[in-house]
Nanobody
Framework: QVQLVESGGGTVQAGGSLRLSCTAS????????VGWFRQAPGKERKFVAA????????SYTESVRGRFTVSRDNAKNTHYLQMDSPKPEDTAVYYC?????????????????WGQGTQVTVSS
């Protein structure tokens, strides 16, 4: 059974930093794109960041570019989202995703596996 488990969520002050981790079990994802999405209360789940299978291509939604960094460690079957200088509008449930085997990896439909989500709250 494939599982993605997020960790590292919590409450952080605006301007601080937080790192989310997503560790997969049951399947290796070194040959797929992996990413992060988020869902604020009453809103749809939206793309945040993703990294290609090789790690050579990273994509970000415009609002987090320059503040968040996505990375991966295939040996640990884990990918990360480093959140620097978070803002209150970054408050949401963050979901990790894996299993994007096509050339695109910025849409919900690109992914086959999802974590259960971790709450990130940014206080002002």
């Amino acid at each position: 059974q494939v599982q993605l488990v997020e960790s590292g969520g919590g409450t952080v002050q605006a301007g601080g930093s937080l790192r989310l981790s997503c560790t997969a079990s049951g399947r290796a994802f070194g040959n797929s794109g992996v990413g992060w999405f988020r869902q604020a209360p009453g809103k749809e789940r939206k793309f945040v960041a993703a990294i290609s299978r090789s790690g050579g291509t990273r994509s970000y939604t415009e609002s987090v570019r320059g503040r968040f960094t996505v990375s991966r460690d295939n040996a640990k079957n884990t990918h990360y989202l480093q959140m620097d200088s978070p803002k209150p509008e970054d408050t949401a449930v963050y979901y990790c995703a894996a299993g994007a085997y096509s050339d695109t990896f910025t849409s919900i439909q690109d992914y086959n596996y999802w974590g259960q989500g971790t709450q990130v709250t940014v206080s002002s």
